[in-house]
């Protein structure tokens, strides 16, 4: 299957003097800093040592890390301030009367998830449902939520979850739910699964994160485009993260709200067809998908080999690599998502990133990608190597300063002009931003006036000159145990905070890093006055990671900075997410001493659930009479010393087995009150008393 098109605009004229501008200016910058560095450390000893050349090749990469994200932003803001509009801005190329036409594809709307939030998951497909329905095209779209969850209590949740939206919606045979017996690849092997079992039946997947919410009009949109386009196999989104309750979460929303598009636009102008995928929010074109994006298994054994953790930069490679295009479709509403909600949470994602993009390494050099795919696993590389990168430059640094023919000063011109052409690059995209955005009629529905967006971005400044060395010290070791071997296991992302990160936790994580940047302190002050205030700003965001993680965690500010669009005048999908979230969340909860197991509670107690579980399990191959006899001994394990005396393997077992589902619930309503463990005595009592909602978890 090949491309029946070209994108229109899409010229190789036009292709070549984008990128012959952009990587010019790159390579231009790139240079100019790697001789200034070169001709400051020259003359700054007796000539250049080992130590000094090890300074300039460590140097040189992190300044092209600068270059590239300096040229985007500025390239970025230059499109978005055009009067005309990028004619491969793919928002703005679909006529008046496309958007008005029928559609005619079928799109399978996909939401893989693991032990997440269930009123979440599902409170966000019902808004999702919704605005499509507002649209007149709900029947071109159904819903899939593909379950790996291996927590008893979320199984049970989601499936009741499930099952009570399908009735409140009238859903059925519109959204589906599916629990996969073995997770394996995790969530790109649940899209295979998908693939595989439903694939032929839709012409697009959209793919949606647990914590994704999309409107309907962008959906259509997208359709739309696809349409169009019969050239494109990924249209991927710039979702805007919405929800942010803690000072880190909403300084991380305002960021990507106020600074997000300019460098999405320029983006998009260097990457044109050859963007890359980010595994949710975006719309695939399934028939290449399935043909030429199956994933191999890499050579070796994790971190670097097995299973590839980064999934979706490798599914675009492999897309372009058969012809197809990836675009990248910059809007600017219609698709939101949510983020890290604490430092520590953004460590723990981070770690699992880290070696996903390490990976790529074994493919970076393999044959057949396309230069600019080739580049973006590089870029992606850079984004975590650049840490001890940076470290090592910093411990150079340290060495040279304490040399006695040595002498670190700013009095060479070609240090004075570095430390400010540094500057610029970090500096100078976010100022012109700043200005831009003032500047608009409408900043105040953005941002709350022009006076907000200079504050914000006085302390999102200073925010991240904190977070920046925290960063890289702990990229720097993710890095180090990718490449020593310590793989990572997968976890759930907590998409909510609790109030505030725990002092125990903090302590632990960034105590030994607090140490080790005061003892620097005190050495570079001994070698250096100079040195010191150089390297001050860096050490001072590691010295500050206990409080910073802390304080940045807190709520405190929620409502006094860093407003939003979102925020101010809501999206129809955003706000009935959060009003329909918020009404979920006064549900009572089940007594303590049933907490834990629960699901399992329910899936044997309550005829309801007891009956939605079974049907919606397969039914087993003829079992052994092994297998049988070891259902049958836990069974009789689980009504006698209660769901404590099993394992999660153990409970699992049983929870797969439809007749022994429904032998364990006969069992509970037909035996006696002395053949039972006292949980299960608990349990009954309380189901007895209380008017029962299979949705309506058990009262306190």
Not at 442 to 463: P, S
Not at 516 to 544: D, E, K, R
């Amino acid at each position: 299957m090949t491309p029946v098109q070209n994108i229109p605009h899409l010229t190789p004229a036009r292709l070549q003097k984008r990128r012959a501008t952009y990587f010019a200016l790159v390579l231009l910058t790139t240079l100019a800093g790697a001789w200034l560095m070169t001709d400051f450390l020259l003359h700054t000893g007796n000539g250049l040592n080992g130590l000094e050349i090890a300074m300039v090749v460590v140097f040189t990469p992190l300044f092209y890390q600068l270059a590239t994200g300096f040229w985007l932003a500025i390239m970025g803001v230059y499109i978005k301030a055009a009067r005309t509009p990028d004619p491969l801005d793919l928002t703005n190329s679909l006529k008046p009367e496309e958007h008005a036409a029928r559609l005619d594809g079928s799109v399978g709307i996909i939401m893989p998830v693991y032990n997440e939030d269930v009123t979440r998951v599902f409170e966000g497909l019902r808004v999702i449902f919704q605005s499509l329905e507002k649209t007149g095209h709900l029947k071109n779209f159904d819903f899939f939520v593909l379950s790996d969850s291996d927590s008893p209590n979320k199984w049970i949740e989601e499936e009741t979850a499930w099952l009570e939206l399908c009735k409140q919606l009238n859903a059925f045979g519109k959204i589906f739910y599916r629990k996969r017996r073995k997770p394996i690849n995790r969530k790109s092997g649940n899209v295979s699964d998908f693939c595989r079992r439903w694939g032929k039946k839709y012409r697009y997947m959209i793919v949606l994160d647990a914590d994704s919410v999309m409107s309907g009009e962008t959906m259509v949109q997208m359709t739309r485009i696809m349409d169009k386009h019969p050239a494109i196999g990924i249209l991927q989104t710039a979702p805007r993260v919405f929800g942010a309750e803690t000072l880190f979460g909403r300084v991380m929303q305002f960021a990507g709200a106020l600074y997000g598009g300019p460098f999405m636009a320029g983006l998009n102008y260097m990457q044109m067809g050859d963007a890359t995928f980010w595994g949710h929010n975006a719309i695939i074109r399934l028939a290449p998908f399935i043909e030429y994006c199956a994933l191999p298994e890499l050579p070796g054994k994790e971190p670097f080999g097995g299973r590839i953790l980064s999934h979706d930069f490798v599914e675009a490679a492999l897309m372009r690599k058969a012809g197809w295009y990836v675009f990248l479709l910059p809007v600017t509403e219609g698709s939101y998502e949510e983020g890290p909600t604490t430092l520590l949470d953004t460590l723990k994602r981070d770690r699992r990133w880290c070696q996903g993009n390490m990976q790529h390494i074994w493919l970076l050099f393999a044959k057949g990608w396309k230069p600019i795919s080739r580049l973006n696993f590089l870029h992606g590389i850079l984004s975590y190597v650049a840490s001890p990168l940076w470290f090592l430059f910093l411990i150079i640094a340290t060495i040279l300063a304490g040399m006695k023919q040595f002498t670190f000063s700013m009095d060479r011109p070609s240090g004075a002009i570095l430390l400010v052409l540094t500057l610029v690059l970090l500096f100078v995209p976010k100022l012109v931003i700043m200005l831009v955005e003032m500047c608009r009629k409408d900043v105040r529905r953005e941002y709350g006036g022009a006076g907000r967006v200079m504050l914000r971005c006085f302390v999102d400044t200073i925010f991240f000159s904190l977070l920046a060395p925290i960063l890289m010290i702990f990229h720097s070791k993710f890095v180090i145990y990718t490449l020593t071997g310590r793989g990572v296991k997968w976890a759930a992302q907590r998409r909510k905070a609790d109030g505030s990160s725990d002092w125990q936790e903090s302590i632990q994580n960034f105590a030994g890093v607090t140490m080790m940047a005061l003892l620097w302190m005190a050495i570079a002050i001994t070698q250096s006055p100079t040195f010191f205030f150089w390297i001050l700003p860096v050490l001072l965001g590691i010295a500050c990671s206990i409080p910073f993680s802390i304080i940045s965690s807190s709520d405190l500010w929620r409502d006094k900075l860093f407003f939003t669009r979102e925020e101010i005048d809501k999206p129809f999908v955003i706000a009935q997410l959060q009003e329909n979230f918020a009404k979920a969340q006064q549900r009572s909860k089940p007594l303590m001493r049933l907490a834990d197991h629960y699901g399992l509670m329910q899936s044997i107690l309550d005829p309801y659930i007891n009956a939605l579980h079974v049907g919606l399990l397969r039914q087993r191959q003829r079992a052994t009479p092994e297998s049988r006899e070891y259902l049958e001994n836990l069974r009789k394990r689980l009504l006698r010393d209660g769901p404590a005396a099993l394992n999660s393997r153990e409970v699992k077992a049983l929870m797969y087995d439809p007749d022994i589902m429904l032998r364990l619930h006969y069992d509970l309503w037909s035996s006696t009150r002395q053949e039972l463990h006292p949980w299960w005595e608990l349990a009954i009592r309380q189901y007895n008393i209380i008017t029962y909602e299979p949705t309506t978890p058990l009262a306190q």
